[in-house]
């Protein structure tokens, strides 16, 4: 206003639903918005925005190589990464390998039962144990020429037959 004018007033703006209030309006000076910040397609809001604070965002966390993710990424939530599960190498196999967001599973070996089996497999990092049932020789016709081992089975031999009006044992 002067002495030969009228003041001029104006509207205050009216921050969008986007946008937040970053500066009062006041009886001199105009209230300023400002857009609200988006979160990027590798980020995750932290905090929403109100009428005079900023969306916050924060970068998702990225699972290491020796990790699978446990708990996927969200648009408010960070991903969540285990450690991948190591199988004993003496209790276990490995049964489904671990992917990126799967973990490995391991199965219990067989125990043989070396009274009555061999072991006809050996396991693998990936493969069970195998059990044999152990031959059992007829000792009325046969005999065990060769003894069983864990890993090996018995071997039975016929008994040599002899003709007795031209042999004896």
């Not at 916050?56 to 990424?73: F, G, I, K, N, R």
């Not at 497999?121 to 065990?144: H, I, K, M």
Request: net charge negative.
């Amino acid at each position: 206003k002067t002495q030969t004018s009228d003041r001029s007033c104006q509207d205050h703006a009216t921050c969008t639903a986007t946008q937040h209030q970053t500066r009062d309006g006041s009886a001199m000076f105009d209230r300023v918005c400002q857009d609200n910040t988006v979160c990027e397609g590798a980020e995750y809001e932290t905090a929403a925005p109100t009428g005079t604070t900023d969306r916050t965002c924060l970068s998702h966390t990225t699972c290491a190589a020796d990790q699978w993710e446990s708990v996927a990424a969200g648009t408010t939530s960070d991903r969540q990464c285990t450690a991948i599960k190591s199988c004993s190498t003496t209790s276990e196999y490995q049964t489904a390998t671990p992917t990126y967001n799967s973990d490995r599973v391991c199965a219990a070996l067989t125990t043989c039962d070396y009274d009555n089996q061999f072991q006809s497999t050996a396991p693998t990092a990936t493969g069970n144990r195998v059990c044999t049932a152990l031959t059992t020789c007829d000792f009325a016709n046969e005999y065990q020429s060769t003894g069983k081992t864990s890993t090996s089975n018995r071997v039975c031999t016929a008994l040599t037959t002899c003709d007795f009006p031209n042999e004896y044992q």
